[in-house]
Nanobody, 117 residues
Framework: QVRLVESGGGSVQAGGSLKLSCVASGYIFRTCGREWYRQAPGKERELVSSMSATGITRYADSVKGRFIIIFDNPENTLYLEMNNLKTDDPAVYFC???????????WGQGTQVTVPS
């Protein structure tokens, strides 16, 4: 069974940084697309950043220039480096593996990010 486990969330002052991690079981991240989403209370889940299986990256306009998506192949771990955090960044952040070849997606349980105003 495929499992994705996020960690690294927490509370940080505005302007600070956090680095989220998402460890996958098996080799799922090596062959599938990788994505980070977030969901704030009362809002829909929002795609924050993605990296295709070939390494092409995309970012939501709201995080461009501040967040970086990183895939560490030897560790089979997906990261989201978040810099210059703002008061509208707080949410539960989820990682996702998108496996088009088998028409499957896999989600982690989420990790909470808080930026006190």
């Amino acid at each position: 069974q495929v499992r994705l486990v996020e960690s690294g969330g927490g509370s940080v002052q505005a302007g600070g940084s956090l680095k989220l991690s998402c460890v996958a079981s098996g080799y799922i991240f090596r062959t599938c697309g990788r994505e980070w989403y977030r969901q704030a209370p009362g809002k829909e889940r929002e795609l924050v950043s993605s990296m295709s299986a070939t390494g092409i990256t995309r970012y939501a306009d709201s995080v461009k220039g501040r967040f970086i998506i990183i895939f560490d192949n030897p560790e089979n771990t997906l990261y989201l480096e978040m810099n210059n955090l703002k008061t509208d960044d707080p949410a539960v952040y989820f990682c996702e593996a998108v496996c088009k070849q088998i028409l499957q997606t896999y989600w982690g349980q989420g990790t909470q990010v808080t930026v006190p105003s």
